[in-house]
């Protein structure tokens, strides 16, 4: 597993993919966060407070985190190399965790420059240090965990065709359905609208952003990860 998280995290910065992914994702942040006039704008806000920072982060990586992953089998099952990959001693479960691991971790790395926000609201505070940590902290758990939730569905659209294009709006589309869709049902779902958003990303999101971390969220998490990357393995062995 080792060996293809190297290949993989290595092939991210061996060409523009990483530098492109860092620069889109800390650009968007840093226009709508502290430039543009908006409802998003912490200097705005009044108080020091870097929610709109973690509002904002997981509709960006709607479409940041499918295009990293949109590649990973894409790419090798139009080339032909899967069939090179399979005949290493390597398990289609290993090659598979190998892909997850290097996508997250750069997606990771592309997260902890913003960590420079929560550093300059903490000065900006009145006084001094006047921030929320409880929720801070949480938020960046969740993010993490909505993180790897994306990787493994974009993991799973990337083996469904060979066409890159094709596996990331597939993997825009269920990822923007996990996360929103559920909440846009229960709207009209009358007494069974709680148990609606519950399925949804978005609720579990929102539940361990509010700086409570409940294993009940974590455990959703982790499930709906486990089982993007079990029908990818699925998938895997049968192309």
Known sequence: ?????????????????????????????????????????????????VSPFFYLTPWVFLFLIPAITMKSFADELNNGTIEILKTKPLSDWKIVMGKFWASLLLTIITILP???????VYQLGNPIGNIDFGSTIGSYIGILFLAATYTSVGLFTSTLSKNQIISFILGVFITFFLFYGFDAIS???????????KIGINEHFKSIS???????????????????LFITKICLEND
């Open 114 to 120: 913003t960590l420079s926000y929560v550093f300059t």
């Open 1 to 49: 597993m080792y060996a293809i998280l190297k290949k993989e995290f290595n092939s991210f910065f061996s060409s523009p993919i990483a530098y492109l992914v860092i620069g889109f994702f800390l650009l968007i942040n840093g226009l709508f966060l502290w430039f543009f006039n908006d409802d998003f704008n912490i200097l705005n806000a009044g108080f020091a407070d």
């Open 210 to 228: 509010r700086g409570v971390i409940d294993t009940r969220d974590l455990v959703y998490f982790v499930s709906v990860t486990t089982f993007f």
């Open 187 to 197: 709207t009209s779902s009358g007494n069974n609208s709680f148990w609606i958003q």
